[in-house]
């Protein structure tokens, strides 16, 4: 049973265009939705995260939309770059689970010149 | 800086053979976990710990025990290795307080022949 549904499973974009990844999910007890950055070779890094409490996050050219009562929530990058061709996992957790995620399966972006 | 240090980037065995995979973190974490990474899929919990010599089942616990006798270190343990669980193998810590972010260690590539 998937809990956290995650789309597309690649995008292509060019420079300067917005990246726009997308998850759903199904649990309403979740209440903690990060956002995990991962280049090749390396394990998965926290990008940015966001609690339902607000309806969007904004770090630099990174930005979490939340939609509570669609249960959905996504990633926008802003004017995106080479550098940022990686793979993008969502992920939800509720409190008191000693951090348990649950993860999408997972998003390859390709930022082209 | 957190570091998660997971003992082989690369690992071969054969079916049937008891694999060890050891993690260790520097940073007096409380919790630790065990994920596998397989294309498509994302990144599917195996174990994890919240304290030294205690563990919890993840979503894919088939097949796997995990070790932990002391708080830096966790240890995956492939009882008789089969096939199907050839994979990237990814360790990680985050304190026990709500909504703490993984960090991860840079994974092993485990083949099973």
């Known amino acids: 049973q998937q809990q956290v549904k995650q789309s597309p499973q690649s995008l292509i974009v060019q420079k300067g265009g917005i990246s726009i990844i997308n998850c759903a999910y199904e649990?309403?007890?979740?209440?903690?939705f990060p956002w995990y950055q991962q280049f090749p070779g390396k394990g998965p890094a926290l990008l940015i995260a966001?609690?339902?409490?607000?309806s969007e996050k904004k770090e630099g050219r990174f930005t979490i939309s939340f939609n509570k009562s669609a249960k959905q929530f996504s990633l926008h990058i802003m004017d995106s770059q080479p550098g940022d061709s990686a793979t993008y996992f969502c992920?939800?957790?509720?409190?008191?689970?000693?951090?348990?995620?649950?993860f999408g399966t997972g998003t390859r972006l390709q930022v082209t010149l | 800086d957190v570091k998660v240090t997971q003992s082989s980037r690369y690992l071969v065995k054969r079916t049937g053979e008891k694999v060890f995979l050891e993690c260790v973190q520097d940073?007096?974490?409380?919790?630790m976990f065990w994920y596998r990474q397989d294309p498509g899929l994302g990144l599917r919990l195996i174990y994890f710990?919240?304290?030294?010599?205690?563990?919890e089942k993840g979503d894919i616990p088939e097949g796997y025990s995990v070790s932990r006798e002391k708080k830096e270190r966790f240890s995956l343990i492939l009882e008789s290795a089969s096939t199907n669980q050839t994979s990237m193998y990814l360790c990680?810590?985050?304190?026990?307080?709500?909504?703490?972010?993984?960090?991860f260690g840079d994974g092993t590539r485990l083949s099973i022949l």
């Open positions: 990680a810590s985050s304190r026990d307080r709500v909504n703490q972010p993984q960090h």
């Open positions: 649990n309403t007890a979740f209440d903690y």
């Open positions: 966001i609690r339902p409490d607000v």
């Open positions: 992920a939800a957790s509720r409190s008191g689970t000693a951090s348990k995620l649950t």
């Open positions: 940073m007096d974490h409380e919790n």
């Open positions: 710990s919240y304290d030294v010599k205690m563990k």
